[in-house]
């Protein structure tokens, strides 16, 4: 019963302290091109993480779901490392950062959803089908902002592979 309110916690630090690094790396300007790659993924990796957790019982969630998250990280941070390497800054856009917003939500919402299934007032099916809502939700908008980002950066893409 109490797993639930320490995941809450726990997850809740995280995108807390996540939220502090990016401000006070801009604030002090510490936002250096190492951070901007590895802190997309570091946030990719702890959000994935969270999400196979839920395909385990009670959540259940089809994995599916974890591999489009996966997916659409592994594409967008390979195109965004490579095109660095070869002196190519791939800027974050708009959609990738409100995806990582929509994909914390859909957390915080499954484990929300857990307090009430821990206390026996809601079913496993009834927690399964929030999950697969609020997850199928996220995984829509993340295949849009994975596409949304190849399509706005096809130019740079294009001249990293003409160098190759």
């Given at each position: 019963?109490?797993?639930?309110?320490?995941?809450?916690?726990?997850?809740?630090?995280?995108?807390?302290t996540d939220l502090f690094d990016g401000y006070f790396a801009r604030?002090?300007?510490?936002?250096?091109?190492?951070?901007?790659?590895?802190?997309?993924?570091?946030?990719?990796?702890?959000?994935?993480?969270?999400?196979?957790?839920?395909?385990?019982?009670?959540?259940?969630?089809?994995?599916?779901?974890?591999?489009?998250?996966?997916?659409?990280?592994?594409?967008?941070?390979?195109?965004?490392?490579?095109?660095?390497?070869?002196?190519?800054?791939?800027?974050?856009?708009?959609?990738?950062?409100?995806?990582?917003?929509?994909?914390?939500?859909?957390?915080?919402?499954?484990?929300?959803?857990?307090?009430?299934?821990?206390?026996?007032?809601?079913?496993?099916?009834?927690?399964?089908?929030?999950?697969?809502?609020?997850?199928?939700?996220a995984s829509l908008y993340t295949i849009y902002s994975g596409v949304?980002?190849?399509?706005?950066?096809?130019?740079?893409?294009?001249?990293m592979v003409e160098t190759t």
């Open positions: 019963m109490t797993l639930p309110f320490v995941l809450l916690g726990l997850f809740f630090i995280s995108e807390l604030k002090y300007e510490q936002v250096t091109e190492l951070g901007k790659i590895l802190d997309p993924i570091a946030d990719s990796i702890t959000r994935i993480c969270a999400f196979l957790t839920f395909t385990q019982a009670p959540v259940n969630l089809p994995v599916l779901f974890v591999f489009i998250f996966l997916y659409r990280d592994s594409v967008v941070s390979t195109l965004r490392t490579i095109c660095a390497l070869k002196g190519y800054t791939l800027a974050a856009r708009s959609s990738g950062k409100i995806k990582a917003v929509i994909q914390a939500v859909a957390i915080f919402i499954i484990i929300v959803a857990m307090i009430p299934h821990s206390m026996g007032m809601i079913s496993n099916e009834l927690l399964q089908m929030v999950a697969i809502l609020v997850v199928g939700l949304e980002y190849i399509l706005m950066n096809q130019g740079y893409i294009s001249k």
